[in-house]
Each structure stands twice: as C-alpha cells, then as structure tokens.
C-alpha cells in the first residue's frame, strides 16, 4: 500500500530532537511529526510525550516532491467532544486551576462558560491595567525613578 495524504498510519518512533519527532513508517519511509503536531497541547519537551521505539499512530499531513513526509499525531487522535456540564477530573475548583500555564484570569472563569473575544481582550486589558496602576503605585512609594540624583545648577 503506498502512503496518500490525509491516511492513517502507525509507526515507530526512531529519532528525537528538539523541533520533533522521526518515525519509520510503511515500505520503509521515514517522516517527521514536528513538536507542533505531537500533541493538542502546548510541548515544552517533547521528551515528555515520545520516546524512542515507541508506536504511534500519525494522519500523513504532506508528502513533498523531494520525498520528505510531514506527520501529525494529535491530528490523527479521536476528536471528543466533552459534554457541557463536565466536571474537572480532580473536582478543582477554577481558581485553583489559575496557576496552570495557559489559565488567565482574563479567560473565562467557567470552561463552558461562553466567552467572545471582545470579552477576553476586555478582560485582559482591565487587569493588565489593573496590573500597570500597582506597578505604578509601587514606584511612587519607593521613590521611582527620581534616585538619579539631584541636578541642580
């Protein structure tokens, strides 16, 4: 069987480095997942998701003229759908959950909360400007920039 874009395969996973992942597929080819496409979340160290000899399954995103064969497993994983009243696994509550990359207090509180864009960005900038006021209160009372030194003529 030949390999066509947008087909399914497994292989095995033969080499690591820092932007992804090669893996040895069918009739001998070997394609690459780069750390993007490795999983639906942010990859800091793909060393936490992969390793060497290990199977995996990848969608075969492009195949280029000169041969080389771009992979994705996160898009050849099962889409689910979470049902709308779903619960956390651990039953945190979401201010709890804040601390965790990619949680800001100007996304919404609520995961099945609705949340446009607008609101967001809104959002985000009243606590950046929040953020900036006590910055800026801060430097008052410890005496800011003025420390430079009196130049007086």
């Given at each position: 069987?030949?390999?066509?874009?947008?087909?399914?395969?497994?292989?095995?996973?033969?080499?690591?480095?820092?932007?992804?992942?090669?893996?040895?597929?069918?009739?001998?080819?070997?394609g690459m997942v780069h750390i993007s496409e490795v999983a639906p979340t942010y990859?800091?160290?793909?060393?936490?998701?992969?390793?060497?000899?290990?199977?995996?399954?990848?969608?075969?995103?492009?195949?280029?003229?000169?041969?080389?064969?771009?992979?994705?497993?996160?898009?050849?994983?099962?889409?689910?759908?979470?049902?709308?009243?779903?619960?956390?696994?651990?039953?945190?509550?979401?201010?709890?959950?804040?601390?965790?990359?990619?949680?800001?207090?100007?996304?919404?509180?609520?995961?099945?909360?609705?949340?446009?864009?607008?609101?967001?960005?809104?959002?985000?900038?009243?606590?950046?400007?929040?953020k900036i006021s006590d910055l800026k209160r801060m430097e008052n009372k410890r005496?800011?920039?003025?420390?430079?030194?009196?130049?007086?003529?």
């Open positions: 069987m030949s390999l066509e874009v947008g087909m399914i395969v497994e292989g095995k996973v033969t080499g690591i480095t820092k932007f992804g992942a090669f893996v040895d597929l069918e009739e001998g080819k070997t990859v800091n160290d793909i060393k936490d998701f992969l390793s060497e000899g290990q199977t995996v399954k990848v969608k075969i995103l492009t195949i280029g003229e000169d041969g080389k064969i771009s992979l994705s497993i996160k898009k050849a994983m099962p889409q689910q759908r979470k049902p709308a009243n779903h619960q956390n696994r651990n039953n945190t509550s979401p201010k709890q959950t804040s601390s965790r990359p990619g949680n800001f207090e100007w996304q919404a509180s609520k995961k099945n909360e609705p949340s446009s864009f607008e609101d967001m960005l809104s959002k985000f900038k009243q606590a950046s400007d929040e005496g800011g920039y003025s420390r430079r030194g009196n130049s007086s003529k």
